[in-house]
């Protein structure tokens, strides 16, 4: 039989070329969708498999590789990514913010401010802002070729009219370096202002739309709004019940079927960083818990 | 004629070597300006820089059809090792190139001889891959874009004198557009689409 | 005290052990080897082979054995593998008119040179369920004799020499063969990345497709002209000796629908092609492939796309059975996060709403 053997970081070499230049050319056109062929990934498609490819085609031994799905380190899926990567790349992981090089998420921005040494590897199931409005890939390459944006403002309009309110909660489009307008991801809109003018560079990566799109750091991100209804961040109206955070964004917590209900921070790295530095919540264990890996 | 065994080598360790030189690269394209090192070691034919033989090694391969100019081309050398090495075809269109390695920069030919993408797909385009005399000596730059923390400064011998002048036409163009790096020796920057020079020093 | 969810690690080693233990199944029951699933499950091996890509009996079938007989799932555990496979090279174009043919079937002529064969298949048994089987049963033992020499030309072919269907596009040794997992693909795309599209496509989203087309739904009115079933020798271009050679055989299924005619002022009219190979005998996966074939051939014969199984976009964005369940299935991951922003949008328009209804009986009355 043909015992699979696999090269570092699990993607053979013409594989990670090919991604490397469409990252490239990603960073040189901020926000532009560079099409690229991608592989068939040992895990399903819309299970992080843009991202998994990003992260291949960066990643080096001297990394220390960071996992987060819903801003835990914990979810099953952000457990699974980690795992592929110690064993097929041998780096080191880590769930601290501060010490990672590379970090791959699903669905959130990690709290504490990224810096220059660090790169962000989002991952994104539809890539295309415009997608819900026009299915069409041949209509929005048009549109986004033009800078033709009005579709969006339109849909942004009719829910202000019919709900009082843009209805849009997350992968909430933003406008890169005042040209492209971008999904974010299925990020809450509470993050998207951390993508402004960040410090890290950020990497998207679309596995099964097979796009990769870039914000270099230091580059402009507008959340798009209107003048008499600008964006609005948003997180539930309370502390973390753990940290006592007042400025994170929160996971409801279902306590029992009587309506209970507590909130507590979604990045647990910060949650835990906070802990660790004295801080409290109203439901918080005392004295703080060792932490439950490494 | 040459054998396989005259061609200066490739990168000793093609994995680890592609990885470290394309973060550098990364790096400088997502910071234009900054000066970034090339750590791998790569034999190199006579009329290419170390530089541009790792960022070769990294990213060229059957797909991206290469443009010499022509001190690159003066011998065989160089087009016979990137063959060897990357399976690259080099082609004598420059419109149709995805890189373009340029040895004699004074001698760069009009930038409407590449491809600059449509607005379409604006990643189809030629990426300019300048060897110049110096990265760190010469008249100060001060750049502004994506990618730099307000303005950078890049003082380097920028061959021909006028590229930034001539790279002016990125602004009408974007998308479209051309992207450089600029090497000396092993270290690389990159000046994307993006980058406008808004002041030249002393 | 509340003392947030940890220990995913645990619980994905524990679900990896639970689900070998439940592929295992009943421990008396002796376990199944991957020569009987390749020798008595064989079409489902071909389909695993076909959509995953890769022609490997014995991957496949250890494929449906770590998947438990999920389909979908073998096929995906076949793809990532393959993705993995260093590629040396493009074979020749296969000769399937020289194919060793072991069923061969026309539904427009009565008789053809070489003959109909019917070979083994379905098609006139009686679908009752039969008990020999289910206590297991020792088929007699056929007898061979000598394989005929007599050609079997398509019967494509056949119709071309007089012209009466439109001739196959003449290949161009030189121009590249387009690959979609190798390059992104772009709208609108040739009739080569359309077929490797369709010939990876889920089964079952093609037949749906080919059939709505049979009932009016982009209708090209095909005849099935030839269904074959095979061995076709591969060859491989080697470069140091300068000629192609044969790497050994492979069992394909060939389907070639006759359609709808179509002609001009310029051009006399003929029949129109459609097209559809796979892997093994799969006989409803290249006539479903066949009929969609010539569907999305509508933009080039000058018909009006009306129907999803004309519209190239559409069809080809949705037909691979691994994209479509990954997405589908990625549902099942934790959403916790978009969740809780939605519904704090709706418990703010909701409140609103509420404000807005119990303070408009009172304008009422204030009017």
């Given at each position: 039989m043909n015992a699979p053997t696999y090269n570092f970081a699990y993607l053979d070499e013409q594989t990670k070329r090919m991604i490397r230049r469409a990252i490239l050319k990603a960073i040189a056109i901020p926000g532009y969708q560079v099409p690229f062929a991608s592989r068939e990934m040992p895990m399903p498609y819309g299970w992080g498999t843009g991202g998994v490819q990003v992260t291949a085609a960066i990643l080096g031994p001297e990394d220390v590789l960071k996992v987060i799905d819903q801003g835990s380190d914990d979810t099953t899926n952000a457990i699974s990514i980690r795992k592929f990567f110690g064993k097929t790349a041998g780096v080191a992981t880590t769930t601290a913010t501060a010490d990672a090089t590379v970090i791959q998420t699903r669905h959130r921005i990690p709290e504490a401010a990224l810096h220059g040494g660090q790169v962000l590897v989002y991952q994104v199931p539809i890539p295309e802002p415009l997608r819900f409005l026009e299915p069409r890939e041949t209509e929005t390459r048009r549109m986004h070729a033009l800078g033709e944006y009005g579709l969006m403002h339109v849909k942004l309009y009719e829910d202000i009219a019919r709900f009082g309110h843009i209805a849009t909660s997350y992968a909430y489009p933003v406008k890169v370096n005042a040209r492209y307008v971008m999904d974010p991801s299925p990020t809450p809109k509470f993050d998207n202002p951390k993508m402004d003018n960040c410090a890290a560079l950020q990497l998207f990566g679309a596995g099964r739309e097979k796009r990769i799109y870039a914000i270099p750091p230091h580059t402009s991100v507008v959340s798009l709004d209107f003048e008499d209804h600008p964006f609005t961040r948003y997180r539930f109206d309370a502390p973390c019940a753990l940290c006592g955070a007042g400025d994170s964004y929160l996971d409801e917590i279902v306590t029992d079927d009587k309506g209970g209900r507590m909130f507590v921070c979604s990045d647990t790295d910060y949650c835990e960083s906070r802990q660790s530095a004295g801080h409290r919540g109203s439901e918080s264990a005392a004295p703080h818990k060792e932490r439950a890996h490494g | 004629m040459t054998t396989v065994a005259e061609l200066p080598a490739g990168f000793a360790d093609k994995v680890l070597s592609a990885q470290s030189t394309f973060r550098s690269v990364m790096d400088a394209m997502a910071r234009p300006g900054s000066v970034q090192r090339i750590a791998a070691d790569a034999g190199t034919p006579a009329a290419m820089m170390r530089g541009t033989a790792a960022i070769a090694l990294t990213l060229f391969d059957h797909d991206t059809p290469i443009w010499l100019d022509s001190r690159m081309s003066e011998t065989s050398d160089v087009a016979k090792w990137l063959k060897f090495h990357t399976s690259a075809p080099v082609i004598a269109?420059?419109?149709?190139?995805?890189f373009a390695l340029i040895g004699s920069p004074r001698e760069l030919p009009a930038l409407d001889r590449f491809a600059f993408g449509s607005n379409e797909y604006p990643d189809r385009s030629t990426t300019l891959i300048l060897q110049i005399d110096s990265l760190t000596q010469g008249p100060a730059l001060e750049l502004r874009g994506?990618?730099?923390?307000?303005t950078a400064i890049l003082q380097a011998a920028i061959q021909p004198h006028d590229l930034f002048e001539r790279l002016a036409i990125n602004v009408a163009l974007f998308p479209r557009g051309i992207d450089v790096v600029l090497v000396h020796d092993d270290a690389i920057v990159a000046i994307p689409r993006t980058t406008r020079l808004v002041a030249r020093g002393g | 005290m509340y003392v947030a969810v940890k220990g995913g690690e645990r619980a994905i080693e524990n679900a990896h052990r639970l689900l070998a233990h439940e592929r295992r199944g009943d421990r008396d029951v002796p376990e199944v080897s991957l020569s009987q699933i390749s020798e008595q499950l064989s079409l489902g091996v071909d389909r695993v082979m076909t959509e995953g890509s890769l022609y490997d009996r014995e991957l496949a079938a250890l494929a449906i054995k770590q998947a438990r007989g999920d389909m979908i799932e073998a096929i995906f555990l076949v793809r990532a593998f393959r993705a993995t496979l260093p590629r040396f090279g493009t074979t020749e174009p296969v000769d399937t008119g020289a194919m060793q043919v072991r069923r061969r079937i026309s539904s427009t002529f009565k008789d053809i040179p070489g003959g109909q064969i019917l070979g083994p298949t379905f098609d006139y048994t009686h679908r009752l369920l039969d008990p020999q089987l289910a206590e297991g049963f020792s088929p007699e033992t056929l007898e061979t004799s000598e394989a005929s020499l007599a050609a079997t030309p398509r019967v494509t072919d056949i119709l071309g020499r007089d012209g009466l269907i439109e001739p196959s596009?003449?290949?161009?040794?030189?121009a590249p063969v387009g690959d979609l997992t190798r390059e992104p693909l772009s709208f609108p795309a040739d009739r080569d990345l359309r077929l490797q599209n369709l010939a990876r496509a889920d089964e079952g989203f093609l037949l749906a497709l080919g059939y709505s087309s049979q009932r009016g739904y982009g209708r090209n009115h095909p005849f099935a002209g030839e269904i074959r079933f095979g061995e076709v020798e591969i060859e491989f271009m080697a470069e140091d000796v300068g000629f192609a050679v044969p790497i050994g055989a492979i069992a394909m299924t060939e389907c070639q629908m006759v359609n709808q005619f179509k002609g001009s002022a310029t051009e006399a009219p003929c029949f129109t092609r459609g097209y559809g190979l796979a892997f093994g005998q799969s006989e409803r996966k290249t006539m479903s492939m066949a009929l969609v074939d010539r569907t999305l051939r509508a933009r080039e014969l000058g018909?009006?796309?009306?129907?999803p199984a004309q519209d190239e976009e559409f069809v080809m964005s949705h037909s691979d059975n691994v994209q479509a369940t990954g997405f589908v299935e990625h549902l099942k991951l934790p959403h916790y996060v978009d969740f809780q922003s939605e519904l704090g949008l709706l418990r703010k328009l909701r409140k609103e709403f509420t404000e807005a209804t119990e303070s408009a009986p009172m304008q009422e009355a204030a009017e």
């Open positions: - | 269109d420059s419109s149709i190139s995805s994506p990618g730099i923390d307000g | 596009p003449a290949a161009d040794a030189e018909e009006e796309v009306i129907a």
